[in-house]
């Protein structure tokens, strides 16, 4: 490959619209879009309509491509697989981001991602190579998930997960079309959240176009969020580097420390237990073993109600709390969740509901897909707040 500067000329031709020249005679279009502008369509449209490319790139990976392209694609979620491979903590994720997309595209008229659409039509129609240049969605959400900081993630979804309509309201719509929604929240946070926004902005810029740069033809548009243009102008001044890409697409595992500590408390309840039964104070271990039980048991099954859950899916929490929380692998959570999903499955209307609509807080405890995923994260938080009430019942019963 390559490993010389691009160093392309650079010249913005109008608004939103970059042309860069290289050196080898290949051009690329560069268009700045907002997710919820429909100003961005028509100009997405006519860029394309006037380059007439052989080349069109879009900021999408495969699974946000299908969910665009396929109006179906919603029924073909299978919430079992998804909470049985754990991944329910990254569709949350999804959920809430595309939740608040759009709250503000119902106040601009204009359903988010539409020039993406577009964009893929124009391919089809006039046979130009279509490629997918961004990062794939579940990588990235990994990627964050595993490298920032716990109260940072706390705090963007929290401001993502409660912003109301009297914000939305606030918000000064024509200049958030002229950038994209999430990447205007995210860099608002740039200070306070640097690892976040460098996950979600600043890697995504060098990957976007290494994977322009590396797949241009001869005439290329790109389409991506007006967010990402400069930092992708950025980018083209230095070598692609696969080496680079690779360790952008990279997910982290847990250290050592983080993979250790969810089970010290299991551990030393299980060996305070033992210790009673081995001394001869055998009562005492009973004892303990009532109260780890009814204490973690009764406040995920709390949890549970908090999240209006099925009756036998608050059983079950109650049930399996005080076994999951001696094994973190696996987590009352998941047990609960599977549960509920069983006992009360998601209907066609939930998913549509989820997919035509934007979510507020609300409407969780409505729609039975979004039930799910109250009934999982407050029977786990239950069983954690559990977890550490109990722990020191139990050494004063020693």
């Not at 976040?196 to 890697?203: G, H, M, N, P, Y």
């Not at 081995?278 to 009532?290: E, H, R, T, V």
């Not at 204490?295 to 949890?303: D, E, P």
């Amino acid at each position: 490959m390559n490993t010389e500067p691009a160093n392309p000329h650079v010249k913005e031709i109008r608004q939103n619209v970059h042309l860069l020249t290289f050196p080898d005679g290949r051009t690329l279009h560069l268009i700045g879009t907002a997710h919820i502008s429909a100003g961005s369509v028509q100009l997405v449209e006519e860029v394309i309509t006037e380059i007439k490319p052989d080349t069109i790139c879009v900021e999408l990976d495969e699974k946000r491509y299908h969910s665009i392209t396929d109006a179906n694609s919603y029924k073909n979620i299978d919430i079992f697989q998804i909470i049985k491979e754990k991944q329910i903590f990254f569709f949350i994720g999804q959920f809430i981001i595309a939740s608040y997309q759009k709250k503000l595209s119902e106040k601009t008229g204009s359903k988010p991602g539409l020039e993406f659409k577009r964009a893929i039509e124009l391919s089809n129609e006039t046979g130009a190579r279509l490629v997918l240049a961004d990062r794939n969605i579940g990588i990235t959400l990994k990627r964050a998930f595993r490298l920032t900081p716990f109260k940072h993630k706390m705090r963007l979804l929290t401001s993502l997960f409660f912003s109301d309509d009297k914000e939305i309201e606030n918000l000064d719509i024509e200049k958030m079309k002229e950038q994209d929604a999430i990447e205007n929240i995210v860099n608002s946070f740039a200070d306070e959240l640097p690892v976040t926004k460098k996950i979600l902005i600043d890697e995504r810029d060098e990957y976007l176009a290494s994977e322009i740069y590396e797949n241009m033809g001869q005439t290329t548009v790109a389409v991506v969020g007006a967010g990402h243009v400069s930092g992708i102008l950025k980018q083209f001044s230095n070598a692609p580097n696969p080496e680079r890409k690779k360790d952008l697409e990279f997910v982290p595992n847990s250290s050592r420390v983080v993979k250790l500590l969810p089970w010290l408390i299991p551990t030393a309840v299980a060996a305070l237990i033992i210790w009673g039964f081995a001394s001869g104070n055998k009562n005492a271990a009973k004892d303990a073993i009532f109260y780890w039980i009814m204490i973690n048991g009764t406040l995920a099954a709390l949890g549970c109600i908090i999240a209006a859950a099925h009756p036998l899916t608050i059983l079950a929490g109650f049930l399996a709390a005080p076994i999951t929380s001696l094994n973190p692998a696996i987590g009352v959570g998941f047990v609960t969740a599977i549960v509920q999903a069983f006992l009360v499955k998601p209907r066609v209307t939930d998913m549509e509901e989820i997919r035509d609509h934007s979510f507020p807080l609300k409407k969780w405890w409505s729609n039975r897909l979004t039930r799910i995923f109250l009934v999982f994260l407050c029977s786990s938080i239950g069983s954690s707040i559990g977890t550490f009430v109990a722990l020191p019942v139990l050494t004063k019963i020693f």
